[in-house]
């Protein structure tokens, strides 16, 4: 009998079996009465408005503004993480505000009314993907007040949850951190982690009511060889074949010493350079950031 009480969370690879009351890999879904259930629903960590730019996004809306909104939990540990105080936390660890999808949608509202350039919601900080069901509430909402949403992410999920989001993501950043199951691991992914970013990107890609950039943040002895961004670049490039369009936007952007990748320094900025021209091999709109 109590067996029955354990549930499997399919939101990500991770497929974690909880027991009731405890916390997925996430620190963000738990098994409440059997059911697994985000408990990062409506609690906000973060709340800024921001430059599209700054997602990164470069080729969608240039010049407007976003308000970005994040909770806490990520199903990945990646040791560079620049925002580990709240994806690294769970609802004990972290303060929080509470903020339901129509709240949200108000203030933004409310912000695109003092500022036209501002055009929507953006999903970020932490991993919003593994709070999905409030992006999917929030996003239909956002629509209806006629405001777009924007989706920054690592990819690393199930594709039943890109189901439920279909047709509300208008933009979006996903993390391509490596090419290797060896780097995903290191960045304590689950099983199969690369695949399921493969996916997400590739149904993405394939999506043209969703603008979709890519972003590899290169760490100096993981992911810095010419080899394995040459065979990012040509993988995203395969993407467009007999499309008879340029889908991917990619960026390569500049590792700084974080959280528990202290190490080594930043990414020599030749480097950085040198790593965006063999992208520009495959692909045309390829962009350097934290240079």
Same mark, same amino acid.
């Given at each position: 009998?109590?067996?029955?009480?354990?549930?499997?969370?399919?939101?990500?690879?991770?497929?974690?079996?909880?027991?009731?009351? %405890?916390?997925?890999?996430?620190?963000? %879904?738990?098994?409440?009465?059997?059911?697994?259930?985000?408990?990062?629903?409506?609690?906000?960590?973060?709340?800024?408005?921001?430059?599209?730019?700054?997602?990164?996004?470069?080729?969608?809306?240039?010049?407007?503004?976003?308000?970005?909104?994040?909770?806490?939990?990520?199903?990945?540990?990646?040791?560079?993480?620049?925002?580990?105080?709240?994806?690294?936390?769970?609802?004990?660890?972290?303060?929080?505000? !509470?903020?339901?999808?129509?709240?949200?949608?108000?203030?933004?509202?409310?912000?695109?009314?003092?500022?036209?350039?501002?055009?929507?919601?953006?999903? $970020?900080?932490?991993?919003?993907?593994?709070?999905? !069901?409030?992006?999917?509430?929030?996003?239909?909402?956002?629509?209806?007040?006629?405001?777009?949403?924007?989706?920054?992410?690592?990819?690393?999920? !199930?594709?039943?949850?890109?189901?439920?989001?279909?047709?509300?993501?208008?933009?979006?950043?996903?993390?391509?951190?490596?090419?290797?199951?060896?780097?995903?691991?290191?960045?304590?992914?689950?099983?199969?982690?690369?695949? %399921?970013?493969?996916?997400?990107?590739?149904?993405?890609?394939?999506?043209?009511?969703?603008?979709?950039?890519?972003? $590899?943040?290169?760490?100096?002895?993981?992911?810095?060889?010419?080899?394995?961004?040459?065979?990012?670049?040509?993988?995203?490039?395969?993407?467009?074949?007999?499309?008879?369009?340029? $889908?991917?936007?990619?960026?390569?952007?500049?590792?700084?010493?974080?959280?528990?990748?202290?190490?080594?320094?930043? $990414?020599?900025?030749?480097?950085?350079?040198?790593?965006?021209?063999?992208?520009?091999?495959?692909? !045309?709109?390829?962009?350097?950031?934290?240079?």
């Amino acid at each position: 009998m109590e067996a029955a009480a354990y549930a499997t969370c399919g939101t990500c690879p991770h497929r974690c079996r909880l027991a009731p009351g %405890r916390l997925g890999a996430c620190r963000a %879904r738990r098994n409440v009465g059997g059911a697994v259930v985000p408990v990062n629903y409506g609690r906000v960590t973060s709340l800024a408005l921001d430059p599209i730019e700054k997602k990164p996004l470069a080729r969608y809306r240039p010049g407007t503004l976003v308000v970005s909104a994040g909770s806490f939990g990520c199903n990945l540990r990646c040791p560079f993480c620049q925002n580990a105080e709240i994806s690294q936390a769970d609802d004990a660890g972290v303060p929080w505000r !509470e903020i339901a999808p129509d709240e949200l949608v108000a203030i933004t509202r409310d912000a695109r009314d003092r500022d036209g350039r501002v055009i929507g919601i953006a999903y $970020t900080y932490n991993e919003p993907l593994v709070g999905w !069901e409030y992006v999917r509430d929030c996003a239909r909402l956002a629509h209806e007040a006629g405001l777009v949403n924007v989706l920054v992410s690592n990819g690393c999920v !199930e594709p039943s949850v890109l189901d439920g989001l279909a047709g509300l993501i208008d933009a979006a950043n996903i993390d391509l951190k490596g090419f290797t199951d060896g780097f995903y691991d290191a960045c304590g992914a689950p099983a199969h982690a690369l695949s %399921r970013v493969k996916g997400t990107i590739a149904r993405l890609a394939a999506d043209p009511a969703c603008h979709l950039e890519v972003t $590899t943040l290169v760490v100096p002895g993981m992911n810095d060889t010419e080899e394995e961004i040459d065979a990012m670049a040509r993988w995203l490039a395969s993407l467009d074949e007999g499309r008879g369009r340029d $889908t991917v936007t990619y960026h390569v952007t500049r590792f700084f010493p974080r959280w528990r990748l202290t190490d080594r320094g930043p $990414t020599p900025v030749d480097a950085v350079y040198r790593l965006a021209n063999v992208v520009r091999r495959h692909l !045309e709109h390829v962009y350097t950031g934290n240079c």
